[in-house]
């Protein structure tokens, strides 16, 4: 890895006059690929047409990560989707907030939110995932944003940061201890899922070419940082063991 985690990294060792094992291996994590097993999940965030190009809230390429993921899925034998599923009049769009438009930022109780064009509407085409996605050997599909009040980004905990999906006990009761992650927006839901799924002990991996950015006023490299700083590992499809 050349990214900028792995650099912060080796200038923390560097600087550090006792090293732990527990760090020690965190240091040496960006070097890695993740163990491909039974007690590894492949994540894969929000591949829907309304995030595909002709969609309402197109990610640029989006649906570039269709055939990306689908090879990846082929080597994991478990499986999750998360499905962005907001209904009507959703607090995260601008058409909920008079005199607003998309992509600016207003206050919530919860923090600031970007406001959005309508998307992801429970039942509509938009809201449903790319035809080509291979959704066969899906174990579960993990839908949010369902609240009218709360966006959720991470498809692990809403953004009002306290409300639960359901998906850390999900996973831990299943025995999961690797997230690969891999989806839409890079710098949205696929980061903020990765940054949760880091926070909650698994040990995460964000395959960078099967995801696409929205990348709005540096978002992207922020998200990168972000996820740097909770050892998220950046990884290429081509990273993955065989
Ligand atoms: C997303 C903005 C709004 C995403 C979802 O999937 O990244 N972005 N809702
Ligand atoms: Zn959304």
Not at 51 to 70: M, Q, R, W
Not at 211 to 237: F, H, P, Q
Request: aromatic share 8%.
């Amino acid at each position: 890895m050349t990214d900028r985690g792995g650099i912060d990294r080796r200038g923390l060792i560097a600087g550090a006059t006792i090293l732990t094992a527990a760090a020690a291996s965190r240091a040496g994590k960006a070097q890695e690929q993740p163990v491909i097993d039974e007690r590894t999940v492949l994540i894969v965030v929000d591949v829907q047409n309304d995030f595909c190009p002709g969609g309402s809230l197109a990610v640029a390429k989006g649906d570039e990560v269709v055939p990306v993921i689908n090879a990846l899925a082929k080597r994991f034998s478990n499986i999750v989707l998360t499905q962005d599923w907001h209904p009507p009049g959703h607090s995260s769009f601008a058409s909920s907030h008079p005199g607003k438009k998309p992509f600016e930022t207003v206050q919530m109780s919860y923090g600031p939110q970007v406001l959005w064009p309508d998307h992801c509407v429970q039942g509509t085409k938009g809201a449903e995932f790319h035809a080509d996605l291979d959704q066969a050997r899906a174990q579960t599909v993990i839908r949010k944003g369902y609240r009218r009040e709360i966006d959720s980004y991470s498809g692990f905990v809403e953004a009002d940061r306290r409300t639960p999906t359901g998906l850390t006990g999900y996973l831990r009761e299943r025995g999961i201890l690797r997230a690969v992650i891999a989806g839409l927006a890079t710098d949205f839901c696929v980061s903020w899922t990765a940054q949760d799924a880091a926070r909650a002990g698994f040990d995460t991996y964000v395959v960078e070419d099967a995801c696409r950015a929205i990348d709005l006023e540096g978002s992207l490299a922020k998200a990168w940082a972000e996820m740097a700083e909770l050892d998220v590992t950046r990884i290429k499809a081509s990273d993955l063991p065989g």
